[in-house]
Every structure is written in structure tokens, then in C-alpha cells.
């Protein structure tokens, strides 16, 4: 599997103006599973996307949870605390449902799940307000534990450094200037990588939202619910819709964009061509967005979101290669 030839760094979309460059954000929107107990990773590694047997403290995990039709029930990113439970960072809006569905299948496995979100409280760290890394690894998904805080290193929004800071009950909040949630939320849609929410349980594949170019699959691991769907998508060379940047004025008074917005093609108004994945609010009146839609709607013609002729949409380059089908 090769990337394309067009680099990350040519495709950096414009950061908006009015962003701060740095700070610490408290993460409200998201929630954490913990999973203790010696068949943990075991259990995980059967039902998630990635291979979880890599998880360590020095190595985070982009997963997915799926359907046996390979859809999307959650995503998370998973790391290991300092005493060994794994943590599994999720849309706060699915935590619930998500955990119920996931402990029908633990079975006679030795591991316990909870919600631990009132226990780990999450942090986003940007700009200069970042930790400094222990070793020479900056690469998306790395991780390390500063101060009784795991760290995760995330990929960044455009030249913006980003990353998760994952502490406890007792491990003092990072210390730095405050970042509003909605600024963080920006970066999160810059970066390019898209978390599902309530709002799009069950609407994607795995390459529908670009995770075999993020880090957020495994080709080579054993089975786990819907790998066979994953897999046939990528092997056959069949992909057929993916995840793009999108900016969005709206003007003053107008509905604010949602999640599972349908998205319509000038080419083709009779029907949706996508969804709108997340949407973050940048400046007064503009949107960022991430959409998931067919790849012909991206080629020619207008985009419009809700309706056919509803607010346009405009796309913004990847901030990473996309991987070649197989």
C-alpha cells in the first residue's frame, strides 16, 4: 500500500485567522471507557480495527469499533495509562451505548469495563502549550507519560502541534493559557481525521472517513467485527467515497451546520452524495467541516449542504497523502 505522490505538506490547508496559535482546552465532548483486567488487550484487539496487541506506553492507538457490516459504531483513540489500564477516548454523545454494546461480547474474558470519564479528565495541549517530546518520535499516535499524565502526540492542524493530555483524579490540570473549546474543535476538524458521533453511528466504512491513511486500521491483524467488509473495500480497489476539508459561510440567523447534514452535487441535486462528518465554528459566519461523500462529487461541480441549494460548501485540501487502493 503506497501514498499517493502528492505530499502532506503541499496540501496544508490555510489555518483561519482568528485562531489562537496555542492553549489548553478542557475536552467536554469527550468521554472514556476504561478496560482493566489481564485479557484487556486481548479483548480489544478481537473487537476493534486496529491492532491494540501494539499498544504500549509509547505507542497510542486510532481504532474503530464496527458492525458486523463494517460500519462505524465508534471511534477512539486508545492509550495505556501508568498502571496499565487501557483507556479508550471516545465521543462523549455515544460513551454509553458504546460500552453497553461493547461489554455484550466480553463474555468469559478476563477484563472489566467502565466509564472512567469522571476519573481521566482529558486536556487538548496546542501550539507552544504542547509538552516537549521525551524522545526523537513526533509521529501521530505516539505517546508518553509526563508527570502522571499519559500524552498523546495527534496530527496537527496544519503547522499547529497538537496533542491529548490524558491525566487522573489525582494529577494536577496542565498549566497554560486557556484555549475555548470551539477553537480546539477547529483544529480537530484541520487535522483531518474525523471522530464519529451519535449523530453518524453506523453511516461509514472504515475508508469512507480516510482511516487507512491515518493510522486508524490494521490489514494485517487477526478477525474483529466487519474486517471482512474492511478489507474486501481495500483490496478490490472499490473506494468509492472519502473524507474531505470543507469550509462553510452561513449567513447570521441561518440553522448552524450539524452533524448528518446531508451534502448535494450540482451534478446530481435528485440526491445526497454525502455527510457532513463534523463541523466546527472558525469565525463569524465560516464553518470547517469534514464530509465523507463520493469521490465523483469532488471532481466537478457545486456543493451544497441540507438542501440543493443550500449553503456551499467549499473543499480545502487533505493535510495528509491518502493511501492507494490495493
Known amino acids: ?12 490547508p490555510p489555518f483561519p485567522l482568528g485562531l489562537p496559535d496555542s492553549g489548553i482546552a478542557r475536552l467536554t465532548h469527550w468521554g472514556v471507557i476504561e478496560a482493566t483486567g489481564e485479557d484487556s488487550i486481548q479483548f480489544l ?6 491492532d491494540l496487541k501494539q499498544l ?3 505507542q497510542a492507538r486510532l481504532a474503530a469499533f464496527c458492525s458486523a457490516k463494517g460500519r462505524m459504531q465508534a471511534s477512539f483513540v486508545a492509550v495505556q495509562d501508568y498502571q496499565g489500564a487501557v483507556l479508550l477516548l471516545c465521543s462523549q454523545d455515544l460513551l454509553a451505548a458504546t460500552l ?4 455484550m461480547f466480553v463474555m468469559r474474558a478476563k477484563t472489566k469495563l467502565r466509564d472512567a470519564t469522571a ?3 482529558v486536556y487538548g495541549l496546542l501550539g507552544s502549550s504542547t509538552r516537549p517530546i521525551k524522545d526523537s518520535s513526533i509521529a501521530p ?3 508518553f507519560f509526563d508527570s502522571g499524565a499519559t500524552v498523546v502526540q495527534l496530527y496537527p492542524a496544519q503547522d499547529r502541534a497538537r496533542q491529548l493530555w490524558i491525566g487522573d483524579a489525582n494529577t494536577p490540570a496542565p498549566s497554560g493559557p486557556v484555549l475555548a473549546l470551539s477553537d480546539w474543535q477547529c483544529t480537530e476538524v484541520l487535522s483531518g481525521v474525523a471522530t464519529v458521533s451519535a449523530a453518524v453511528v453506523d453511516a461509514f466504512v472504515l475508508q469512507m472517513l480516510n482511516y487507512e491513511s491515518v493510522g486508524g486500521v490494521s490489514f494485517k491483524k487477526g478477525c474483529y467485527p466487519g474486517q471482512e467488509v474492511v478489507a474486501r473495500s481495500q483490496f478490490r480497489g ?5 473524507a474531505y476539508l470543507a469550509s462553510l459561510s452561513v449567513p447570521q440567523g441561518a440553522p448552524e451546520p450539524f452533524a448528518g447534514q446531508e451534502v448535494f452535487s450540482s451534478q446530481d441535486p435528485s440526491q445526497p452524495c454525502g455527510l457532513l462528518v463534523q463541523a466546527a465554528h472558525s469565525t463569524p459566519g465560516d464553518w470547517l467541516a469534514i464530509v465523507s461523500m463520493q469521490t465523483s462529487a469532488s471532481e466537478q461541480g457545486s456543493l451544497h449542504l441540507g438542501t440543493p441549494d443550500g449553503g456551499s460548501l467549499t473543499l480545502m485540501p487533505l493535510p495528509y497523502a491518502l493511501l492507494d487502493d490495493i
Open 56 to 58: 504500549s506506553p509509547t
Open 1 to 12: 500500500m503506497t501514498a499517493h505522490t502528492t505530499t502532506p505538506e503541499s496540501l496544508s
Open 45 to 50: 484487539n478481537s473487537q476493534l480495527s486496529n
Open 100 to 103: 453497553k454494546r461493547l461489554s
Open 141 to 143: 499516535w505516539s505517546a
Open 238 to 242: 472499490t473506494l468509492k467515497r472519502r
Open 119 to 121: 476519573d481521566y479528565p
